[in-house]
């Protein structure tokens, strides 16, 4: 364990490592760097925290491909993108094994755009364990470089921490401010919403059979809706249905 707080006038990279993590090969790659202090603990979200500053969640091309065929994608990606500090979900592996998943590229797409725009959750792509370590140990040579600015800080969140859900919630298909926030009272949480199902959206004021279909597809990735709002999310009109 380094003791120092540089090795050969480098700074010292701490990252905390999910104890269900420590088998990766991304472990095996940060240990080799002489610079780096891991800390193997289990960690309430994500797979890796660098400094106190960002949390980060890794997943294979496989296992997004997985996590969003049963179900569980969303729901993790949920959890993250509440997480209080920054946060971003690295994808792992070469472009070819998407091909291997089955997922149509509409809905691979769909998916990202999801996440991205709904949850507002950087997606930062890595072409094996090896990039990803790298990418890991820049980030924190950031959080070094930059730990008197502030990105986000909880206070603000807390105090627009509606404006930001209203906001992400119009990245749904057909939804504007006003369903979005008819959608947040109702149900509470953007995570309750996107795993809503088509009847219980119908509940909400404002959503009939058409969005609450089109909602549930964008969610799931099934591809495409006639209005290619998978594709392209942007501010719909909140007039009835």
Same mark, same amino acid.
């Given at each position: +364990?380094?003791?120092?707080?540089?090795? #050969? #006038?480098?700074?010292?990279?701490?990252?905390?490592?999910?104890?269900?993590?420590?088998?990766?090969?991304?472990?095996?790659?940060?240990?080799?760097?002489?610079?780096? !202090?891991?800390?193997?603990?289990r960690?309430?979200?994500?797979?890796?925290?660098?400094?106190?500053?960002?949390?980060? @969640?890794?997943?294979?091309?496989? $296992?997004?491909?997985?996590? &969003?065929?049963?179900?569980?994608?969303? /729901?993790?990606?949920?959890?993250?993108a509440?997480?209080?500090?920054?946060? %971003?979900?690295?994808?792992?592996?070469?472009?070819?094994?998407?091909?291997?998943?089955g997922?149509?590229?509409?809905?691979?797409?769909?998916? &990202?755009?999801?996440?991205?725009? %709904?949850?507002? =959750?950087?997606?930062?792509r890595?072409?094996?364990?090896?990039e990803?370590?790298? =990418?890991?140990?820049?980030?924190?040579? !950031?959080?070094?470089?930059?730990? $008197? *600015?502030?990105?986000?800080?909880?206070?603000?969140?807390?105090?627009? =921490?509606?404006? !930001?859900?209203?906001? +992400?919630?119009?990245?749904?298909?057909?939804?504007?401010? /006003?369903?979005?926030? =008819?959608?947040?009272?109702?149900?509470?949480?953007?995570?309750?919403?996107?795993?809503?199902?088509?009847? @219980?959206? +119908? @509940?909400?004021?404002?959503i009939g059979?058409?969005?609450?279909?089109?909602?549930?597809?964008?969610? %799931?990735? $099934?591809?495409?809706?006639?209005?290619?709002? *998978?594709?392209?999310? !942007? +501010?719909?009109?909140?007039?009835?249905e």
């Open positions: +364990m380094h003791t120092a707080t540089d090795v #050969n #006038n480098r700074s010292l990279v701490r990252i905390a490592v999910d104890d269900r993590e420590s088998r990766s090969q991304v472990i095996e790659s940060l240990r080799l760097q002489p610079y780096v !202090q891991l800390e193997v603990r960690l309430s979200v994500g797979d890796y925290e660098v400094g106190t500053e960002w949390v980060f @969640e890794r997943k294979t091309i496989h $296992d997004f491909a997985a996590s &969003l065929a049963d179900g569980r994608l969303f /729901h993790q990606v949920s959890r993250l509440r997480c209080p500090n920054g946060s %971003a979900l690295i994808l792992e592996g070469p472009d070819q094994d998407r091909a291997e998943t997922i149509s590229p509409e809905a691979w797409q769909g998916t &990202l755009i999801s996440i991205g725009l %709904a949850f507002r =959750l950087p997606v930062i890595s072409a094996d364990p090896e990803t370590a790298r =990418l890991l140990i820049y980030a924190a040579n !950031q959080v070094g470089r930059r730990r $008197d *600015a502030v990105f986000v800080t909880a206070g603000r969140r807390a105090r627009t =921490l509606e404006r !930001q859900r209203i906001r +992400m919630l119009t990245a749904l298909p057909q939804i504007g401010p /006003h369903r979005a926030r =008819l959608l947040l009272n109702h149900f509470g949480s953007i995570a309750a919403v996107v795993q809503a199902a088509r009847e @219980e959206l +119908m @509940e909400v004021r404002g059979e058409h969005i609450a279909r089109e909602i549930r597809a964008f969610v %799931a990735g $099934d591809g495409v809706s006639s209005s290619d709002s *998978a594709t392209t999310p !942007q +501010m719909q009109d909140d007039g009835p």
